[in-house]
């Protein structure tokens, strides 16, 4: 898997997914790297990472 890091922060619209081509070992690094932190959600499907950025807070005004 190759990712390309930047120092600034990338903003993608909520409910965003991002897939990128990846092994289940890859997959498990990234996981383990990102330690118990919810934002982004990872899931592996097909050879794919995929990164889901939340969606807006629902509640009541």
Not at 22 to 38: F, I, K, N, P, V
């Amino acid at each position: 898997m190759y990712a390309l890091v930047s120092p600034e922060k990338t903003q993608l619209p909520a409910g965003s997914v991002v897939r990128l081509p990846a092994t289940w070992q890859e997959y498990q690094r990234l996981c383990e790297q990102r330690g118990d932190g919810s934002i982004p959600r990872i899931k592996y499907r097909n050879g794919e990472v995929l990164l889901m950025s939340p969606l807006p807070v629902h509640g009541r005004d």
